[in-house]
């Protein structure tokens, strides 16, 4: 790893975590991984929101009691709006003058360095784009510059936005639920004129978790999107793919995803959203 870059003082950032249902070992390794962050005094504060109907709160208020003082942690619960709409609502209680939101997956545990590495990047980059940290063991398959970070869309698993562009942008869009969000927000970043970044030297170890099982909703959402995106080749493939896994008709499943509104012409022309690699979206990393 190289050597750490120094952050300004008036740099603080508030780290938002979703749960659902996350047991009590999750919880424990993902606050663990955010006590002994080398860049701990930069947390202004950590929001956790519980959409499971209560049942992360005794697992976070034990780690609390083992840990006092240790993290300004808020806990709040709420329905479960989904992974943009839960990050969405912490946002709007999180401390006004944050310099940056982090979105922290429960099942993601921070390498010490990582949160200095990503203030470190945003402020080379004046924190004019959105940060993500390199997922480990196995990374993300898209591509991205190795020399600026540069990269086609952010995951949102661990990913560091300025409060500035998040107030800008809008947040996440509630139209997705869970899968696509953080490619839509990532384009209408572009679309605002910022840019995309991987930190390839702030480390997220992310659990690899077979998705097979969650297929009907990842095509759902990517229906959503490329209508949303204007890509009609691309939806009538993930429209295609989807019914094949429901008992549903395909005409009644394009009507469902034509309900939502499309972004402006002027905004695909800017984000030059990438349909033609699949559920990558971006130039893959690596091709066999």
């Known amino acids: 790893m190289t050597e750490i870059?120094?952050?300004?003082?008036?740099?603080?950032?508030?780290?938002?975590?979703?749960?659902?249902?996350?047991?009590?070992?999750e919880?424990?390794?993902?606050?663990?991984?955010?006590?002994?962050q080398t860049g701990?005094?930069?947390?202004?504060?950590?929001?956790?929101?519980?959409?499971?109907?209560?049942?992360?709160?005794?697992?976070?208020?034990?780690?609390?009691?083992k840990n006092p003082g240790v993290l300004p942690i808020k806990f709040s619960e709420g329905e479960n709006l989904g992974f943009g709409g839960g990050h969405n609502i912490l946002f709007a209680s999180a401390?006004?003058?944050?310099?940056?939101?982090?979105?922290?997956?429960?099942?993601?545990?921070?390498?010490?360095?990582?949160?200095?590495?990503?203030?470190?990047?945003?402020?080379?980059?004046?924190?004019?784009?959105?940060?993500?940290?390199?997922?480990?063991?196995?990374?993300?398959?898209?591509?991205?510059?190795?020399?600026?970070?540069?990269?086609?869309?952010c995951s949102g698993a661990c990913l560091m936005i300025p409060s500035s562009i998040y107030r800008e942008i809008g947040g996440y869009?509630?139209?997705?639920?869970?899968?696509?969000?953080?490619?839509?927000?990532?384009?209408?970043?572009?679309?605002?004129?910022?840019?995309?970044?991987?930190c390839s030297d702030a480390w997220l170890f992310h659990?690899?978790?077979?998705?097979?099982?969650?297929d009907v909703e990842i095509w759902k959402s990517a229906c959503v999107l490329a209508h949303k995106w204007r890509s009609s080749s691309f939806k009538e493939h993930?429209?295609?793919?989807?019914?094949s896994l429901v008992d549903i008709g395909r005409s009644e499943l394009a009507r469902e995803t034509e309900k939502f509104e499309q972004r402006p012409l002027s905004d695909v022309y800017r984000a030059s959203p990438d349909f033609k690699h699949s559920l990558t979206f971006a130039e893959p990393m690596w091709t066999f």
């Open 5 to 25: 870059r120094k952050s300004s003082p008036e740099a603080n950032v508030c780290i938002g975590i979703v749960l659902y249902k996350n047991d009590a070992n």
């Open 27 to 36: 919880i424990r390794r993902c606050l663990d991984g955010l006590k002994a």
């Open 40 to 65: 701990k005094h930069l947390i202004r504060e950590v929001l956790v929101r519980d959409q499971g109907g209560g049942e992360c709160r005794e697992h976070v208020a034990t780690w609390i009691g």
């Open 95 to 153: 401390h006004p003058n944050s310099t940056a939101y982090v979105c922290l997956n429960p099942d993601g545990i921070m390498h010490p360095d990582c949160l200095a590495e990503m203030v470190g990047m945003a402020e080379k980059n004046k924190w004019r784009g959105i940060f993500e940290a390199q997922q480990e063991p196995i990374m993300h398959p898209k591509k991205f510059n190795p020399q600026t970070g540069a990269t086609a869309w």
């Open 173 to 198: 869009d509630d139209d997705f639920f869970l899968y696509c969000e953080d490619v839509d927000l990532s384009w209408r970043v572009k679309a605002a004129g910022y840019q995309c970044f991987m």
């Open 207 to 214: 659990y690899a978790v077979d998705r097979a099982a969650r």
């Open 238 to 243: 993930a429209l295609n793919v989807l019914a």
